[in-house]
């Protein structure tokens, strides 16, 4: 198993987000990817590798994101400073959105305002953007498309080991701690440079709404994600059992929403019959945005599950036989997150070794 390790992940170091209008200390924090990193110390069931720097990844950036989102990434932080020199000591987050009737009437006169900028291409106030945002979530990027060319070359799995995560990140716009939507990137790389047919299965507690909105109306990526109902969990406004696609995509995006409180047998019954339908489905390979916020631990999420289940689920993924990438996700029970995350890749490897 190669595991692509994005080396400048503590560049994003988020100080606070918006919690029930307050400022409260970040969930999403650097010393996750430290505890996984101590964990394969113990457990080295792969080998790590830092993505080559010869990648083209700005072509595989442009084929999951939008040029203008892309181009506003990549200066919003110089952009935030020059709207005052103390928003140099201060993370970017957005305070006004343009709701969908506003915005339809002015989609002519795009704000210049980089305040209103952010509202634009955020969805939330949760997700705080600084000086090194860019840098750190591009090298993702780069590990998860390092993490697709090593399956096109023949691995049987690999992991893109990044921070901050993806799968929230839509075409245009940032949120829920994501800023590039690693597992769509790797997803399209794989179908646009060797396979026909990929699924992708999200096993995130939240439903991963940026990577089904991206991929909806296409029949070539297969979108599954089971997740807490968006009646009541974030994200809220994506995620229910009758989103199926549409257009040319129509039968190709299923989602599990499952209540708030769920235990591991039904979350595994839940999986199973995911796995069933991805199977039908005959792809060549699958991405799986892994989180491992499904904990009971878990500060901010829903579901029950204990760490020994996840070797479990690393089986299961296992039992498709499928040459699958593994993106990282959420996760905020930081120091069980590494014994998690590892549990998932080491029962993955037991399956895939035995006959
Ligand atoms: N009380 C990921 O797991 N805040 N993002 C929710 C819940 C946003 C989670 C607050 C959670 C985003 C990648
Ligand atoms: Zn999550």
Redesign the pocket.
Known sequence: MKIFNNQLHQLHRGQQEM?RGRLVDCHEVPQRLDHVLSELAKRPVGQLITPSTHLNLDAALRDVHTSDYLAFLSTAWEEWVKLSPDNANRDALPSVWPLPGMHAFRMDKPPVNFAAKLGQYAFDA?TPLMAGTWTAAREGAACAVAAAQALIAGEKATVALTRP?G??AGAAYMG???FLNNAAIAAQYLRQHAMHRVAVLDI???HGNGTQSIFNDRPDIYTVSIHGDPLTE?PFFLGHADERGSGAGEGYNLNFPLPRGTQFETWYATLQRALQVISDFSPQALVVPL?L?TYEGDP?SGFKLKSEHYLQVGRALASLRLPTVFTL??GYAVSDFGINTVNVLEGYQYDSISP
Request: charged residues 20%.
């Open positions: 919690y949760g995560p799968h929230h829920g701690y994501c995130d507690y939240h974030y989180g916020d901010i996700e959420g």
